[in-house]
C-alpha cells in the first residue's frame, strides 16, 4: 500500500519565487488535507477537500497560498510569491468518510531564503 | 488561549519508567479525541483513540475527563523506541460538518538507556 506521497520532499527556493507542492491522497479516501508545522506554531490545518471539493480554507494564511484538487488522485498547494517565514514543513493527509483514520504523507521541507 | 495545550517537555525518563502526559481542551463541544505520535523528521500517525470510558493498548493507557476536558497518556515500562513527540488531538466539526483535528504542540520524550 502506497500510502499519502507527497513531492518535493524537499525544496529549497528564493523569496519571490513560485513553489507548488503535490499530494497523491490514499486511493479511495475522499478528503484530503494540507497542513503546515512549524517550531512556532505545531501543526495548522490550511485547508481541507471533501470530494476534490475545497471545503474549508479559513486557515490559508494569505492570498498568497492557493490549492487545488482537479481530481481524486491529486492536489497541489500553491505559494505565489514565496517568502521566509513560508518556512516549514508542509503535510498533506488524506481520509475514507467523516469518521476514518487520517493519514499523513512523509512532508515537503520547504525552506524559503 | 490555545484550543489544546501540552506539557512541550522535554520529558527524560530512563527505560522502564512510567510517564504521564497531559492534555487540556478549550472546546467542550469537542467530541473526539486522539494521541498521535511524531518521530524525528517524520509524519504524524495515529497512536491511539480516547474514550470516555478509557482505553488501554499493551503499554499505553488513554484518559478522558469531558468534565474538566482534561486527556491523558501513560506509557508503562517505557521503550527506547517510545522516544518521539506525542501529539494530543481534539476534534471540532467545521461549517461543513466534517470532522477536523486540532492538534496540541506536542510533548517530546525521550527514554534514555
Known amino acids: 500500500d502506497a500510502g499519502v506521497i507527497q513531492s518535493p520532499r524537499h525544496e529549497v527556493t528564493e523569496m519571490g519565487q513560485e513553489v507548488t507542492l503535490r499530494c497523491k491522497p490514499i486511493s479511495g479516501h475522499d478528503y484530503l488535507f494540507w497542513y503546515r508545522q512549524t517550531m512556532m506554531r505545531g501543526l495548522e490545518l490550511l485547508i481541507y477537500?471533501?470530494?476534490?471539493?475545497?471545503?474549508?480554507d479559513s486557515g490559508m494564511p494569505e492570498d498568497r497560498f492557493s490549492a487545488k484538487m482537479p481530481n481524486a488522485s491529486f492536489s497541489t498547494l500553491k505559494i505565489q510569491p514565496s517568502e521566509p517565514r513560508d518556512s516549514a514543513v508542509y503535510f498533506c493527509?488524506?481520509?475514507?468518510?467523516?469518521?476514518?483514520?487520517?493519514?499523513f504523507g512523509p512532508g515537503t521541507r520547504l525552506t524559503v531564503t | 488561549r490555545k484550543e489544546v495545550e501540552q506539557d512541550p517537555g522535554p520529558f527524560n525518563v530512563p527505560e522502564g519508567a512510567t510517564v504521564a502526559f497531559n492534555c487540556t481542551y478549550s472546546?467542550?463541544?469537542?467530541?473526539?479525541f486522539f494521541w498521535y505520535r511524531q518521530d524525528c523528521r517524520k509524519e504524524p500517525k495515529l497512536l491511539m483513540s480516547?474514550?470516555?470510558s478509557g482505553n488501554e493498548d499493551g503499554r499505553f493507557t488513554a484518559q478522558l475527563n469531558r468534565a474538566s476536558q482534561y486527556i491523558s497518556l501513560l506509557i508503562r515500562d517505557s521503550k527506547l523506541s517510545d522516544s518521539a513527540t506525542y501529539l494530543c488531538v481534539v476534534n471540532k466539526f467545521s461549517s461543513g460538518s466534517a470532522r477536523q483535528l486540532t492538534f496540541g504542540s506536542g510533548t517530546q520524550l525521550t527514554v534514555l538507556p
Open positions: 477537500f471533501n470530494n476534490n471539493v475545497p471545503i474549508d
Open positions: 472546546n467542550s463541544a469537542s467530541q473526539s
Open positions: 493527509a488524506s481520509r475514507a468518510g467523516r469518521l476514518g483514520e487520517q493519514y
Open positions: 480516547v474514550y470516555s
